[in-house]
């Protein structure tokens, strides 16, 4: 009888351009532990250059979770499987507690995956998770159909990128919890259960007791090829209608301006507009709807979204940081922050105050020779990262190196939208995200 949870693990080694080392994320439960022993079985059929690495995070949220990471422990000693448990230490947030744990456990696996030499890391979401994630989001951003600018109807990918270093994969994502757990039994091997899966205090927890996965399409809205090839149409009409000057401010002819009703033009600009925000997603649909209905207008006016002014003139739209809660940041010597969500600033010695408003002459200047209005370069220029160094002699400029932050990718890529994540991080100056290792699976 054909086996869904084994085939699975077999697509992906043969999704490989080459074979490498895999870092399973095991805590325990039943998805988990079928991903990991179904690709220990496929790599003992397929002996060519794979091997496998296990870590389990252990979150310290509730008593029972460290016996658990040891019992993972004790199976992949038994598959002669190198295993760690990484614990998530210090104080944890009373509010948004399930995000904070998603961002640890992958930051934690990503150390594990440097230390074990692991060439990516996979995950054991399931058909049933992508449903449930399907259902949030919608939940958070209605979407109508294929135009709803991204905002989650295409699930979770089946790769993602984790802060530009380690590329994650789900194989499972098209097969059905029951099946794992069925697969699981015949070979007598057993699972934890977490209760904080059925705890309705969590959003996940709740949707998990209300959605009918009988109803529910394991199929995304969007397939993930139909979300790669409008990140494709995206990132060409990105490419060829936006400059970026200074990663500062952003220009677009008028006539592209109008152009409001190609869902992908809106998603690219939206997308431009995020990183000018310093933000780490797209604005809410009824504030893209806002903001469709005032540039197709073609009348000169600003409108502010997302902390960012959409400034219309006769010639051009120019999309600029507004000049309000500009933060100052301090910098330790040698250390490096995050600045107004916007700029990734490194100390290469001194201590650093960073705030808003460089000493602008110049940076004015350069964009007026750019070709920018001269009100659009001085309102440019007010919200610029100002850096002050702590040894008088040094400039602060010269004492730091400065990135713009990719905040819709830089943490989390889904890899049905690289392409369109390439296009913007250039316009900002940034290099291209790494490829998968894997063909499209």
């Not at 590329?167 to 919890?177: A, C, K, Q, Y």
């Amino acid at each position: 009888m054909p086996n869904a949870v084994l085939d699975a693990a077999r697509r992906l080694l043969s999704s490989f351009v080459k074979p490498g080392r895999i870092l399973v994320a095991v805590s325990g439960g039943s998805d988990s532990m079928g991903l990991l022993f179904a690709l220990h079985s496929a790599i003992a059929e397929e002996k060519g250059g794979f091997s496998l690495a296990a870590c389990t995070v252990d979150h310290a949220l509730r008593s029972g979770s460290a016996v658990e990471a040891e019992a993972v422990g004790r199976f992949c000693a038994e598959l002669d499987i190198p295993h760690r448990v990484l614990r998530w230490e210090g104080d944890k947030p009373q509010t948004g507690i399930q995000a904070a744990a998603r961002n640890k456990r992958y930051e934690l696996l990503a150390v594990a995956a440097n230390a074990f030499d692991a060439d990516c890391i996979a995950t054991g979401h399931t058909a049933d998770d992508q449903c449930e994630t399907i259902a949030m989001r919608g939940a958070r951003h209605p979407v109508e159909g294929e135009t709803g600018e991204g905002q989650g109807a295409a699930g979770m990918a089946a790769t993602m990128l984790y802060a530009r270093q380690i590329w994650v994969l789900r194989p499972f994502l098209g097969i059905r919890r029951a099946e794992i757990r069925t697969y699981l039994e015949r070979r007598g091997i057993g699972w934890s259960d977490d209760p904080s899966n059925v705890n309705p205090q969590f959003e996940r927890a709740r949707l998990r007791a209300d959605v009918d996965r009988s109803n529910c399409a394991s199929s995304p809205v969007w397939s993930g090829a139909q979300r790669a090839a409008s990140s494709a149409r995206a990132a060409a009409l990105i490419e060829e209608r936006v400059k970026v000057h200074e990663a500062l401010v952003a220009e677009i002819a008028a006539s592209s301006a109008v152009k409001m009703d190609n869902p992908d033009w809106r998603r690219g600009l939206m997308s431009v507009a995020a990183v000018l925000g310093g933000r780490g997603h797209l604005p809410a649909r009824a504030t893209i709807k806002r903001l469709s209905d005032f540039l197709r207008s073609d009348r000169p006016g600003r409108m502010t979204a997302g902390r960012v002014v959409f400034d219309r003139r006769r010639s051009g739209l120019y999309l600029y940081r507004e000049p309000r809660n500009l933060p100052v940041l301090g910098i330790g010597p040698g250390g490096r922050g995050l600045w107004d969500g916007r700029f990734s600033i490194a100390s290469l010695g001194p201590a650093l105050t960073v705030s808003a408003g460089v000493d602008g002459a110049a940076l004015q200047q350069r964009l007026i020779d750019a070709g920018l209005p001269k009100g659009v370069a001085r309102r440019a220029s007010e919200v610029a990262p100002r850096i002050v160094s702590a040894e008088p002699e040094s400039s602060g400029r010269e004492a730091a190196v400065i990135e713009c932050r990719i905040g819709l990718y830089d943490t989390f890529l889904p890899g049905f939208d690289r392409i369109m994540a390439d296009a913007v991080a250039v316009l900002f100056g940034r290099e291209r995200y790494p490829a998968p290792p894997v063909h499209d699976v």
